[in-house]
């Protein structure tokens, strides 16, 4: 009987331990989703950067043309 009581009491720590380990899945999963959501809207901030980086660079050369023209 001494063997089947520490058996049962082995079983039920794997039981806690598993409990455990699933519940700090979870957690990772939830933190990777965030993860991905906030790299996906770092990816979007990148590329409206982009896109005004061009803007001014090309507002640049506008501005340069025009001088050469104004100024000849």
Same mark, same amino acid.
């Given at each position: 009987?001494?063997?089947?009581?520490?058996?049962?009491?082995l079983?039920?720590?794997?039981?806690?331990?598993?409990?455990?380990? !699933?519940?700090? $899945? @979870? =957690?990772?999963?939830?933190? +990777?989703? %965030?993860?991905?959501l906030?790299?996906?809207?770092?990816?979007?901030?990148?590329?409206k950067?982009?896109?005004? !980086?061009?803007? $001014? @660079? =090309?507002?640049?050369?506008? +501005?340069? %043309?025009?001088?050469?023209?104004?100024?000849?």
């Amino acid at each position: 009987m001494k063997n089947e009581d520490r058996i049962v009491e082995l079983l039920a720590e794997m039981v806690k331990g598993q409990d455990k380990l !699933i519940e700090e $899945v @979870a =957690e990772m999963k939830t933190e +990777i989703f %965030k993860q991905g959501l906030q790299t996906a809207e770092n990816s979007r901030a990148i590329l409206k950067l982009a896109d005004e !980086i061009r803007l $001014v @660079a =090309e507002h640049e050369k506008r +501005i340069a %043309k025009l001088e050469i023209t104004v100024f000849k």
